[in-house]
């Protein structure tokens, strides 16, 4: 082995020093230095000595590089061996030194010129504290220096904050791990059937399939359960909505208003009672009363009031019908009262009207206005008169009873009764003034007496006296002048009729009675006569 020590080699001016031949290895021992002030030449090199026992950096046949590794084509499975950082047995990592005001790349290539250039960017501003992405050659995500994260948006506003960037679209999709593509949770926005963008939407897709299950509409801020254009506070569409409580307390909804949630100036709710056999309740929290209550065998309590029927009502009822059934049929048979206009009652059975009350008190039976010739039904009014009525012309309308007698009113206008007595209060008790009547003879004898028949009885000739006759013969105190009736506002008032027109005519009649008993004087006024008459005749018989 040859060896020279040499302190400098210095070569004439534009010449070359070759050292070795091809195959030689030339050694610098541990503690010394290879000094080179100018360039070398095809120098190749299994590594670069870091002044101590191990290669730093080492490039391999492939030109692939380590630092602080050696085995590089290991890596190959990415494929990522071009540069391989640390021995995998200590911290290894990468610093990028940046000035203050300029920014730290990371860039991902596929081209030599235009977006292909910087296809992929990993990019920290040191001049604001921030981090950028890049995708397809534009920003895709950014991490402020307060931590908050942008996805689509270089000025996020939360800890993550994710813009849309076309209409009505999917933010955040979460994928179940055994079937991501079928049963996946997705929050982003959606349209309302007017507006794009105006639902935030939080949905899944089932089975291929997708739901918007639940829809915040922005402009009212109203929530949409199976609806994206929920039209109240909370919309639920197709759907129902169930409470339920495991432990002791009481299944609950409220509703308040006024005040602040917390000290509501009213409070209402529906509560399943555990401590009272589970009964179904509408509270007054505010007053502290139970309104309504519903036990397990369906009767129903109102105002506090204990069921032990289907419905029990401690205070007053106030509605437009009320129906009582006897079965389930449909429709259902049985009674019903309601109100088929504006303060009228009727009660109706087997589906028709039997009986109503009017608006000023009138009772109509199996009539809805007054009664009348031909109709079957009653009037009992506290403002006017009262009517029975049955088509009929000889049978009875209407009968009343004592204990051992009965009075009727017949169809064609007659009265009978079971001993044919009838008569006027008559105790002397109860009169003053007594004297003897004046003559009736001359009224009794100027009374015409005629046959005449009703214009609506055509067929039925009746005998007695005409009222205009006895006025005409002075005999005013016999012949009384009825008034017209008219209608009030108690009445039902019949079509093309108003308050104010005339109900029932005011006729003149005749004091049948008070002129029977004239009749009874003029009787005795002629019995006097003819006694007296007989005397005298007496008297001229027994003349000699």
Known sequence: MSELKVNKISPRSGTAITLGDSGDTFTIPSGATLAIAGSVTGFTSAGIDDNATSVAITIDSSENVGIKNTTMAS????????????????????????????????????ATSGDGRNQGIIQYHHNGDYMRFFTSASEKMRILSDGKVGISTSSPNAKLDVTATTNNEDLIRLSHPSSPGNADGILGFNSDGTTDNNVVTL???????????????????????GTVNPQEALSIENGDVQIHETGSSDPLLTLSVGNTQASPTREWGFRIDNSDSDKFQLRDFTGGSTIISADTSGNVSIGDAIATQKLDVNGHIAANGLHFANNTSSPPSGATIHQPSSNVMAFRTDNNERMRITSGGTLLFSNTSEPTAGDN???ISNSSYHIFCR??????????????????????????????????????????????????????????????????????THLGVIAQDLEASGMNGLVEQNEDEIYTGNDVLPEGKNIGDVKEKGYKTVKYSVLYMKSVKALQEAMTRIESLEAEVTALKNQP
């Open 75 to 110: 890596f190959s499975n990415l494929p990522a061996t071009d540069l391989v950082v640390g021995a995998g047995s200590t911290n290894s990592g990468i610093t990028i030194y940046s000035g203050t005001s300029s920014g730290s790349n990371i860039g991902f290539a596929d």
């Open 203 to 225: 949905g899944v897709v089932y089975s291929g399939s997708s739901y918007d299950v639940l829809n915040i509409k922005r402009s009212t801020q109203f929530v949409g359960i």
């Open 377 to 379: 039904g009653a009037q």
């Open 391 to 460: 088509n009929t012309s000889g049978s009875t309308v209407f009968r009343t009873f004592g204990s051992s007698g009965e009075f009727r009113t017949l169809g064609n206008g007659n009265a009978a009764n079971t001993n044919n007595s009838y008569g006027a209060i008559s105790d002397r008790e109860l009169k003053e003034n007594e004297v003897d009547a004046n003559s009736q003879w001359n009224d009794i004898k100027a009374l015409q007496i005629k046959n005449y028949n009703l214009k609506s009885q055509t067929n039925q």
